[in-house]
């Protein structure tokens, strides 16, 4: 069996691990510290921060910016529950838009979506791809007349959404670690841009996420970057480390704060996989989605996912083929054929107003019509640092094989 999204895991891993382990400190501190430092260069920002995954990360974005109960939050119908979950739970109201046939968000259904109670815009880097997140930047800006600050806000001494006077433009580049947009890596494009180290992404900590900033003036990183480490363990005034230092034990809590901090364990696992991230990851995974690409472009029967265009490029974290002509119930039984020929596949993603949880919030796929047809033929092939070029012809075997005996010819 060819499985769908193995992690890494080998003896340069296993190493940093045991190092940690036996250091006597496996909670946050200097690896963390090591690894934000080396994620903020990576992404050419001043601040990176990590936590736990990326859900809690960027909840604590919109907690941040104020965004609560009569808020809206732009989101693409199309993406993991997470996207707009985070948006639930601070008691705001996710609007979902339609995607294009690239599975990006669509920049004028967003345009189109906006109103004065719009606090901020999740465009998310679908399989790896970046959403046209310049052109969110620049609808966030043209629609600042619309804007609604909320007056009685306060964080850290200051009014964020007095100081922005326009939507926020959140990132979801869950996938796209290393993709890059005008030749720039993620992070200097939308305001924050949220990463994901979930065991199946590019780069995993097992668990984890990280945030960049990219916040403009007058904006102090430092502030910022206290206030999000502060909110991620408790709202206290010492982190653990600082605490166990001989005297250090008193402290203060200024906040109710959340619980999401990233280990050292998990940054070990992160600053090795970093560290050969460029050189051997994302060339590996490139080269998988290559030889998927030779293999299916030009046979009508497929839709090949789009790797890159002029401006944008991908992560190749995930290889979205869709089969041309099936219909919903065929990609279905075709995912059983490939299944029956040993190979793990994957569908991303069944779209959000799909699920029970937003049906019941009255949420009708029918409004998103491009979300849906995407879905319904999407079939992703396994991509990881592992598949030998072997492994991979004989998935395009069993795809090609399924398909012919659901589809015919
Ligand atoms: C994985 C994923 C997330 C959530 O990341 P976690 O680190 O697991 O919280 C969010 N958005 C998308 C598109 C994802 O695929």
Not at 156 to 162: D, K, L
Request: with cysteine; net charge neutral; charged share 25%.
């Amino acid at each position: 069996m060819i499985p769908f999204s193995p992690p890494r895991i080998d003896d340069a891993t296993v190493k940093a691990v045991e190092e940690v382990l036996r250091s006597g400190w496996i909670t946050t501190g200097p690896r963390v510290k090591e690894f934000e430092k080396r994620l903020a260069q990576y992404c050419e920002v001043p601040r990176a921060i990590a936590m736990n995954s990326w859900t809690n990360a960027a909840e604590l974005v919109l907690r941040w910016y104020g965004i609560g109960a009569g808020d809206e939050v732009i989101v693409p119908s199309y993406t993991y529950c997470a996207t707009a979950n985070i948006v639930v739970h601070t008691g705001a109201k996710p609007v979902m838009v339609d995607v294009l046939d690239d599975f990006t968000i669509d920049p004028d259904a967003v345009r189109r979506a906006i109103t004065q109670r719009t606090k901020a815009i999740i465009p998310v880097d679908i399989g790896g791809l970046p959403a046209r997140t310049d052109e969110i930047m620049r609808i966030a800006q043209d629609t600042c007349g619309l804007f609604t600050p909320r007056l009685n806000l306060r964080v850290g001494g200051r009014n964020p959404q007095m100081l922005m006077g326009r939507a926020l433009v959140l990132s979801d580049a869950a996938h796209s670690f290393g993709a890059r947009i005008g030749g720039r890596p993620l992070g200097v494009q939308a305001d924050i841009t949220g990463f994901s180290f979930h065991a199946v992404k590019n780069l995993t900590t097992a668990e984890g996420g990280a945030i960049t900033f990219n916040l403009p003036e007058p904006f102090v990183m430092d502030d910022i970057y206290a206030w999000f480490s502060m909110m991620s363990l408790h709202g206290q005034s010492k982190d653990a480390l600082a605490k166990s230092k001989a005297g250090g034990w008193r402290y203060d809590v200024t906040m109710a704060g959340h619980k999401c901090n990233m280990t050292d364990l998990q940054a070990a696992i992160g600053l090795v996989e970093l560290g050969r991230y460029d050189q051997e990851t994302l060339p590996r995974r490139k080269a998988i989605c290559e030889r998927y690409h030779e293999a299916f472009t030009g046979d009508d029967r497929f839709i090949v996912p789009v790797l890159g265009d002029g401006r944008r490029s991908s992560s190749h974290h995930l290889y979205m083929l869709r089969v041309a002509k099936a219909t919903e119930e065929q990609r279905d039984t075709i995912i059983e054929g490939i299944a029956r020929r040993g190979v793990s596949v994957n569908v991303h993603f069944i779209p959000m107003p799909m699920l029970s949880f937003y049906k019941g919030l009255s949420y009708r796929i029918e409004d998103h019509p491009r979300a849906y047809a995407n879905y319904s033929r999407e079939i992703s092939l396994p991509v990881y640092y592992d598949l030998t070029d072997g492994q991979a012809d004989q998935v395009v075997a069993a795809v090609k094989a399924a398909v012919r005996e659901v589809m015919g010819a």
